[in-house]
């Protein structure tokens, strides 16, 4: 007998979660950091973790970063087609929606592709993916390039 007293129930609760996927924190993108609360990092739900891939999917240049070489994550036309005031015609707008179709069902999370909508504002292109995923629910994620 000791004198310490035995808690099963956290120990299942950490191993369950490790049988069930990975981990993954929640990142705010607007505010650039780490969402922390109450001195613990926050760990991202399935929704938010799929929200923070697309966010990061868009955000990132292909081969830019040695981390994501040869892994073709990333987006390509968005960045090479960049300042060339392509995104206000309609073949600028379908190539970048072609290209991002394609990344984003290569995430096994995600069932379909809902809506894409892109606007061209003066310094910026805000894109806007809604998709719903294999578990039935709907997101949306918005990110804006400048």
């Known amino acids: 007998m000791s004198i310490f007293p035995v808690f099963n129930e956290v120990l299942d609760v950490k191993e369950e979660?490790?049988?069930n996927g990975k981990k993954e924190i929640l990142f705010d993108f607007k505010a650039k950091k780490i969402v922390i609360v109450d001195g613990?990092?926050?760990e991202a739900t399935e929704v938010e973790q799929v929200?923070?891939?697309i966010q990061l999917l868009i955000?990132?240049?292909v081969n830019k970063y040695k981390i994501y070489?040869?892994?073709?994550?990333g987006m390509t036309d968005l960045y090479n087609l960049r300042g060339h005031n392509i995104f206000n015609t309609p073949f600028g707008v379908m190539e970048l929606e072609?290209?991002?179709?394609?990344?984003?069902m290569n995430k096994k999370e995600v069932q379909?592709?809902?809506d894409i909508a892109s606007r061209v504002q003066f310094n910026s292109l805000n894109i806007e993916v809604t998709v719903k995923?294999?578990?039935?629910?709907?997101?949306?994620?918005?990110?804006?390039?400048?």
């Open 69 to 73: 070489e040869d892994t073709e994550f």
């Open 40 to 42: 613990k990092t926050k």
């Open 133 to 146: 995923l294999k578990s039935g629910e709907t997101l949306t994620s918005e990110v804006s390039i400048e």
């Open 51 to 53: 929200r923070q891939w």
């Open 59 to 61: 955000s990132t240049q």
């Open 17 to 19: 979660k490790k049988k």
């Open 98 to 104: 072609r290209e991002i179709k394609e990344k984003i």
């Open 112 to 114: 379909e592709i809902i």
